[in-house]
């Protein structure tokens, strides 16, 4: 026990609400659908090895490096932003250590105490514990089965006094955590121009984007702003390795204006000096050796079953008691218990009849739906999701009638 | 450009004054004496390798992990700890993605703006930096050939008025960066109870403590504090990886109560998650093999010879015109030019003659002794030490007569 006081944020801060549900993971014969891991049987251990030994017969991974990242993996990911249909160079963009790390700079050089940030609601449950220990004023912005409700946002917007419009908004468009949305191109115009006309910045996270199960995909909010306004463009875009290649990793990125990246350097030399040269020459290795595309497909293909799986046994065991869309692509389903069932109760069944999922509540900065909640197919395998279901369907059945 | 103001700290943020050097280390032949980089020529790549393929050969490497560490590395982590006379257990401790990253933390659940620090001054930029950001006051605790006055520190704490007492204070105190000092056994006892006097936590960074040139190796602050205080151990203690193994690797670590602990992870969740895991297991798998001890040992062999080489060359090459104590361990020699030359003229004599070093101004938060000079013999080997010197000392006779 320490006497000196805490910042007031650090009095009593509350943990990550999903990290709380480790202890429940660790009982025997748990199936979590809990999660927002990747499945290990889709990391490229062979294509690692290979790429580590590679990063390791040279000098470069070992030493310090550049605050900005290493030139290879800058390369390298400007070449995948090529691919994703965004034009840029490696002087557009910084390596992060993850993309968590990126929104957290954003923070730190444009947010102080009490400026507005705007994130879609539900939201990413790290996105909204960094804006409460940045002090932000959190605005919710609604969302519907196409994710970001943008004409629900404009209204509101407007009727907002113009000390209280946000400075940035945050957003995943494509395959949401944890919604599982995909924001229609359409949408994605009109977000851009409502950024323009109010002044504020889109933080376009993008974990997911490219583990699509169908052709539609829209062009990023970024390739939409370069688009409409050039070098005026109010999308800063986030990615990361995890969901793709591994999490271990921790490699994300951040495209910015040059104006922006110097000042996440500059926070970013105090935070670690630069992000592991280790992780980032091994990344930079495995993008080179081109076996980056195919790990996708594979990843869409697998997490396409498993997806399916879910929602067919959801549908087949819940039916009525249960609402969800079929997401086209992620990690996610997002779904609201159609009946009056106690989300406590419900949850303590589940864990009893050994299955886990995430309460909704995580996802609410205020006022949360409680009879919602995220289930992740990712990491089980389909065996494990029907046994999953199962499971989920006696513990609604035990919640519905104790 | 972006149109959205930045955070008062971020509208013209100053970057780091050593990576300002980076420029003028890609000029052809130039020799630094600057950069704080462990020798390359020191890296057991051979370690490293086997260590990477072992790491890569489980899953644990590729996937999250926990945000306080992951289990093996922390348990080796408390090992290594133990051999530095220091007891800990591995959940004393949390890793961290280098120990910058500790101090990070430590100012985000501590420090409000306006709060205290005390830095021991000249101090590590790094840390400087990373206090303006937090719009921490700083107070200066003036140092001598022994490292921390802490006498002259005891007095000026005595004149401070409660309010504006520090919360914590950051020192270096074995082969300090940049002045290479160590401090006595019995500063060291001096330090700790005033912190237990005055109320302040004592931030413990220890990079360099086993890169030691003779038998002096005085208890660390932290096991000073555990003798003393036992459970009210005012002392926090921050160690690396990156002078001992690898700085690509970005491994850090800090003891500390659990309470504060706990609130470092809670803040760690917002900034990267976890430090990379691949990184994490790697070297998890380098100590365990056992290869440590033989690295410290060659490197500690090496830096004195080039210690030596340095500091002879000096006082051979410059004589009465420079003023220095030799280094009993770690990377660096601080020097005090003892006639009357202008800095900035010196400096740019000594670009001119190809041979790099960081001014001493980059080390101080305010009224910087504008004679004194970071000389590093870390990177460069003998021969390189030896030109080096040569070059310094025709800069010094350009810079005395023109």
Known sequence: MTHIPFATNFVEPAGSPIRELFPYLSRPGMISLAGGYPSPSLFDTEGLQEAAARALSGPGALQYGATEGLPALR????LLCGARGITCSPADLIVTTGSQQAFDLLLRIFIAPGDTVCVETPAYPAAIQALRLADAQILSAPVDEQGLDVEALAERLQRLPVA???????TVPSFSNPCGTLLPAARREALVRLALEY?????????????????ERPASLYAVGQRIAAEANPVLYLSSLSKTVAPGLRIGWMIAPADVLRRCVVAKQTMDLCTSPLAQQIAAEYLGAGRYPAGVERACAEYKKRMLALSSG???????????????GGMFIWARVAVPVD???????????????????????????LGTLRLSYAAPDVEQIREGVARLTKAFDQASTS
């Open 314 to 328: 959801l549908r087949a065991g819940l039916g009525s008691n249960i609402a969800f869309v079929q997401p086209q």
């Open 75 to 78: 390369e390298a990911l400007a």
């Open 164 to 170: 209280q419009r946000p400075k940035l908004l945050y």
């Open 199 to 215: 002044g504020f910045l889109i933080v376009e996270d993008d974990p997911y984007g490219e583990l699509a199960f169908t052709d």
């Open 343 to 369: 989300a406590k109760r419900l949850f303590e069944a589940a864990v009893q009849c050994g299955v886990l999922y995430v309460p909704g509540a995580a996802f609410y900065p205020e006022n949360p739906d």
